[in-house]
């Protein structure tokens, strides 16, 4: 059975709805300077920023039809089930996680049970969305922005061009927000009832690395935590202790910890012995999503999901969906250097274990000499290329959060379209934009709301 994507009749319908907006946005009562400055003192009132820098610089949101959010949801389902497939196997077999590029330690901390099912609790698909999805990455570790987005929607809503769009059209946005806290206290449950935990809430840790440049939003998961009657704190690894099956941060017994910590960036900064390795080891704390979350964060996964030597694990639906969606992708060392040079036009080449854009080389943004050294260089590491997927492209009215006194001016730019997966279900849509075709709000991009748009 072949993944078939519906014929996106709204395709049109979407565009005239854009056009509108973008009409009501030349009315400087509904849209001018001064929404634009309330707009960017909203978002730095209400911590909306990421190292410091406010998020969203648009005036309006990504708009998706229901037909395309339901095509989304059915590739999230069906891809999330065959990472899990592919998870089980490598937990198994030692030389397929040396495939994909499990290191030692890394092996050692997936070997353990986090006690609860699913390897991989909150994970983002990123795609380019034409036709049907193209998968381009798979972030399964920790990936951020659910309360950045329901902080950005709630504000957008308010604004003047919103309230009159909004009186033509019918707008939802999807809560990420409220999926994630439900599914890490859903964890939470299913961990206690296993272990014979008698706590029915949780104190829970939000861990990450001093400083990171999410800290603004590990203020607002931890604010909705507590509104919901969950004491909740933010901790970076030092301030963890292990004594007596008692994982504690700055002296307060830690429940359930929200890993926001790269398993490779704490692997980078700390050892297997770690206070936070110990606890989990013992059973003594959950940890979400597990320290099994790499297998299928790795870029090799992609290759392992495309590979024919797997086909026979996954259900004819799910190597359909694969084979639709997901972008070429291959360990650098199984394609010919040869092929790659006289064609750099097509591949991208990445770090099999990276985030926000860090180390992505675009052949056909780089010359014949440097693609040629990089490849050289790559040889020595850990990489993939992957096929050449043209992105997507969305016009808004852009402004500019530090000069909010130019008003804003509608501009194209490239748009991505990611899912953000909780436990196999489809539980909200970033929608980042860029000028440049690596896009990452480390690197300069911004993310927005995305709103399910209907005619009334």
């Given at each position: 059975m072949a993944f078939a994507a519906p014929v996106m009749r709204d395709d049109a319908w979407l565009a005239r709805a854009v056009d509108r907006y973008h009409e009501l946005c030349a009315d400087d009562r509904l849209a001018g300077p001064d929404v634009v400055a309330a707009f960017v003192k909203g978002q730095l009132d209400a911590g909306l920023t990421f190292g410091g820098v406010v998020q969203c610089r648009s005036l309006r949101?990504?708009?998706i039809t229901r037909e395309r959010v339901d095509t989304l949801r059915n590739a999230v389902s069906s891809l999330w089930q065959a990472f899990k497939t592919l998870e089980a196997h490598v937990l198994r077999d030692e030389s397929l996680a040396a495939e994909i590029g499990i290191s030692a330690d890394e092996r050692a901390l997936a070997a353990i049970d986090p006690g609860y099912d699913d390897a991989t609790v909150v994970s983002r698909l990123d795609t380019y969305f034409h036709e049907k999805p193209r998968v381009l990455e798979y972030n399964a570790d920790s990936p951020a922005g659910m309360f950045y987005q329901a902080g950005q929607a709630a504000l957008?809503?308010?604004l003047p061009v919103m309230t009159r769009f909004s009186s033509e059209f019918r707008l939802e946005d999807l809560r990420a927000d409220v999926a994630?806290?439900?599914?890490l206290l859903g964890v939470w449950r299913e961990f206690a009832a296993r272990k014979g935990v008698r706590t029915s809430v949780p104190v829970v840790a939000i861990v990450d690395l001093a400083g990171a440049a999410t800290g603004a939003e590990f203020s607002l998961v931890t604010r909705?935590?507590?509104?919901?009657?969950?004491p909740a704190l933010i901790a970076a690894p030092?301030?963890?202790t292990y004594?007596?099956?008692?994982?504690?941060?700055?002296?307060r017994d830690i429940d359930l910890v929200y890993k926001r910590l790269l398993v490779a960036d704490f692997l980078a900064h700390y050892d297997t012995n770690h206070p936070l390795v110990q606890a989990y080891a013992e059973g003594a704390v959950c940890v979400a999503s597990s320290f099994r979350c790499t297998i299928a964060h790795k870029k090799k996964a992609l290759s392992a999901l495309l590979d024919p030597r797997q086909s026979e694990w996954f259900?004819?639906?799910e190597r359909a969906t694969v084979a639709a969606l997901v972008a070429r992708t291959s360990p650098l060392a199984d394609v010919d250097t040869k092929t790659l040079i006289a064609d750099r036009q097509s591949w991208v080449l990445k770090p099999n274990d990276a985030h926000g854009g860090e180390g992505v080389i675009l052949g056909w943004e780089t010359d014949a000499d440097n693609w040629r050294s990089s490849l050289d260089a790559?040889?020595?590491?850990d990489y993939v290329v992957q096929e050449r997927v043209e992105p997507t492209f969305g016009s808004y009215p852009i402004f500019d959060a530090l000069r909010p006194g130019e008003g804003a001016c509608v501009r194209t730019l490239i748009e991505d379209c990611n899912a953000y997966v909780f436990r196999g279900s489809l539980g909200g849509i970033l929608t980042r934009l860029s000028d440049a075709a690596v896009i990452n709000v480390s690197r300069g991009g911004q993310a927005i709301p995305t709103f399910v748009i209907d005619p009334l």
């Open positions: 949101p990504a708009f957008m809503r308010r994630l806290r439900e599914t909705d935590f507590e509104r919901h009657g969950v030092e301030d963890l004594r007596a099956r008692k994982l504690q941060a700055r002296g259900t004819a639906e790559a040889r020595s590491g």
